[in-house]
């Protein structure tokens, strides 16, 4: 659903709303909230909320205002038809009104903004893999998968097949855009895949999905798990990340490879050149860097038409759109920022006109290709070496990113079961 300013309070009241979320993410990624009533919403509407940003946005304290983006307004279907819950994403304020200078989505939407400038036009979709496990008699989550089925497996072996599909449904019904969904590889693996939209709104549902999927997965005694790596011996989960970009309309990665234009491939070897230093972003825990090089889960810089465990995947689908596929981020990733560094680090790589090279192709066999970042630690090194992430995320977010980072390095390096404190922290 989208509304006006003009449309909200008549939505409001002619639909028995009583609670209003005003919803935003940290740092790191996680969702955050204040519940208004509907009384309060002009007021946050025309000045913003006030809160405590201390620990969420930045180390120092900092007070700012929750204004909500009133196109974002959408009804959370698992809340009672009587008395119903809505909620609205929320642009970030300074206490005198102006935008924050570490206001994630602000900053994803000025970068759609140069893009769109410099006559180009993107799109993003997203497949997230998600994990199902049963619960015990007091509804705590067990490492016990719902199911043992395979990939692409039906009933009875796909047990995950009616919570898959009200997930769907509850995601269709708050405008989310799901496309398809299936079992996967692992047992109780699953994974829903949305339908292309412009990268701040792709992000914002990347957020509320996990809360829908834990949302639905609770209601049906089962427990719903993002973690990168729950299982050992199993495949990991991945947020895939596909990205469609145009110039004057026409799509720059072409029909096919061999007429795939100079500007896409340049946009494909920025991003290759630079994904070393942002990989923090895309892979934040130290639970990342156990999927990552396992299975099919990429570990090397390479890309690919043919092969299909690459790092970035060119893909050509009949009778739609021509994409390149980023596979090595995982759904702990904060959206708004590794979407930003994604679509940066491909603009600067047609900005230098930088050159696709052959031997990075995954499908040649010769090429010793780079390393991904191997450990949260070598993650966080390689960022903060990053003349590129310097340049394009501030400060006050990066020393937060940073500083949290090294205190769950410390945290797992202190803990006497380090796969327990994940589990504990991450499942």
């Not at 980072?405 to 390096?413: G, Y």
């Amino acid at each position: 659903m989208f509304f006006s300013e003009s449309d909200v309070t008549e939505f409001i009241e002619d639909n028995d709303v009583k609670f209003i979320r005003l919803t935003f993410c940290d740092t790191l990624g996680a969702m955050k909230n204040i519940a208004i009533l509907p009384r309060e919403l002009p007021r946050a509407i025309a000045y913003g909320i006030p809160f405590n940003a201390t620990g969420l946005l930045e180390e120092q304290h900092q007070n700012l205002l929750l204004k909500p983006e009133c196109t974002t307004l959408s009804v959370l279907p698992w809340r009672p038809q009587s008395g119903r819950v809505v909620r609205f994403f929320c642009n970030l304020m300074t206490m005198d009104g102006k935008p924050y200078a570490g206001d994630l989505r602000q900053n994803l939407r000025n970068t759609m903004r140069e893009i769109e400038e410099n006559d180009y036009q993107c799109q993003i979709a997203t497949r997230c893999e998600f994990y199902l496990f049963k619960t015990d008699v007091e509804g705590n989550p067990t490492r016990e998968p719902y199911d043992q089925g395979g990939y692409l497996d039906i009933a009875p072996l796909d047990k995950c097949e009616n919570t898959r599909r009200e997930i769907c449904l509850s995601l269709e019904e708050m405008g989310l855009n799901p496309t398809s969904s299936c079992h996967k590889h692992g047992p109780g693996q699953n994974e829903i895949d949305f339908a292309c939209s412009n990268p701040l709104t792709a992000a914002d549902n990347m957020m509320h999905y996990k809360t829908v999927v834990k949302t639905i997965a609770a209601q049906n005694g089962l427990y719903a798990s993002f973690m990168p790596k729950p299982l050992p011996n199993q495949n990991g989960s991945a947020l895939k990340i596909n990205i469609i970009v145009r110039k004057h309309g026409q799509n720059i990665f072409g029909s096919c490879p061999e007429d795939m234009t100079p500007e896409g491939k340049s946009f494909i070897a920025g991003i290759l050149n630079r994904i070393c230093g942002f990989t923090l972003f895309a892979n934040p825990i130290v639970n990342s860097y156990e999927r990552l090089q396992l299975h099919t889960a990429p570990g090397r810089v390479n890309w690919s038409s043919e092969n299909r465990v690459p790092l970035i995947r060119l893909m050509y689908v009949p009778g739609g759109d021509a994409i390149i596929e980023v596979r090595s981020a995982d759904a702990y990733c904060n959206p708004y920022i590794t979407f930003q560094m994604l679509l940066r680090a491909g603009m600067e790589g047609i900005h230098h006109q930088e050159q696709l090279k052959e031997e990075w192709d995954a499908a040649n066999v010769t090429t010793v290709f780079q390393k991904l970042p191997t450990s949260l630690e070598e993650a966080l090194q390689m960022a903060r070496e990053s003349e590129f992430v310097k340049a394009y995320l501030p400060n006050a977010i990066l020393h937060d990113f940073f500083q949290k980072t090294e205190q769950q390095i410390q945290a797992v390096s202190e803990a006497e079961d380090a796969q327990a404190y994940s589990y504990h922290h991450f499942f």
